[in-house]
């Protein structure tokens, strides 16, 4: 049984994730707390193989369901390598998304369906989130915070697959609302951060 404790942050691209989870990284290190940050896909020398492969724009014909295979294994491995044995030694654990965003965008934004959670509980080994952050945003607020950057794969994909991923995020709140505390991203970074602190400290005091 795991000791540590483990939040994620979800939201569409752009709703501010990297700037709070930065805030949140600082506040926790300057208390002297035993951390690790992570990002998905990402986080172990393979995964962050498999990242490349997902995100990069020359991988045009990839498919719906190789893309979320993709997503799964780079979990899986990160999911046993590191945050298992984290969580086992009682850390930490902060990730940068996780199964909701496989949930948001391949179940509802690619309309794969019911096979994503599926997949996902060979990914998973029981581990789930003891906190999701979701920063709450319309595909537009994303769309105009990350449009002078270059986009990935994913950012490239039209605004029908961003409405269904806005709306998957809101019927994983909806789901699991023990777990998934929405705070709308429109508000101001500091109202945002203090509000994540708040939960973190509390979750974190009842675990
Ligand atoms: P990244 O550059 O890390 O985006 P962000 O900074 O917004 O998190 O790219 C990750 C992209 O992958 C992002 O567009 C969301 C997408 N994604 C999925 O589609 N499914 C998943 O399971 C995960 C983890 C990410």
């Given at each position: 049984m795991s000791k540590g404790f483990f939040i994620t942050f979800e939201g569409m691209?752009?709703?501010?994730k990297s700037t709070q989870i930065e805030i949140l990284k600082k506040r926790l290190e300057s208390n002297g707390e035993d951390v690790i940050f992570l990002r998905e896909p990402g986080g172990t020398p393979i995964s962050e193989k498999i990242r490349e492969i997902i995100l990069?724009?020359?991988?045009?014909?990839?498919?719906d369901v190789t893309e979320m295979l993709l997503y799964a294994a780079a979990r899986a491995q990160l999911v046993e390598e590191v945050i298992a044995p984290a969580l086992r030694a009682g850390r930490t654990v902060i990730c940068d998304r996780f199964i909701d965003s496989s949930i948001a965008y391949q179940a509802y934004g690619r309309e794969l369906g019911d096979c994503v959670s599926a997949v996902n509980s060979y990914a998973l080994g029981g581990i789930m989130p003891d906190l999701t952050i979701l920063l709450r945003s319309d595909a537009n607020l994303g769309e105009t915070r990350i449009r002078d950057r270059e986009k990935d794969r994913i950012e490239m994909a039209p605004d029908s697959f961003k409405d269904r991923v806005c709306r998957g995020y809101e019927l994983i709140e909806k789901a699991d609302p023990d777990r998934v505390v929405g705070i709308d991203a429109r508000d101001t970074v500091e109202n945002i951060s203090s509000r994540i602190w708040d939960e973190v400290e509390s979750r974190r005091g009842e675990a």
């Open positions: 691209d752009g709703s501010g990069d724009k020359g991988n045009s014909e990839m498919t």
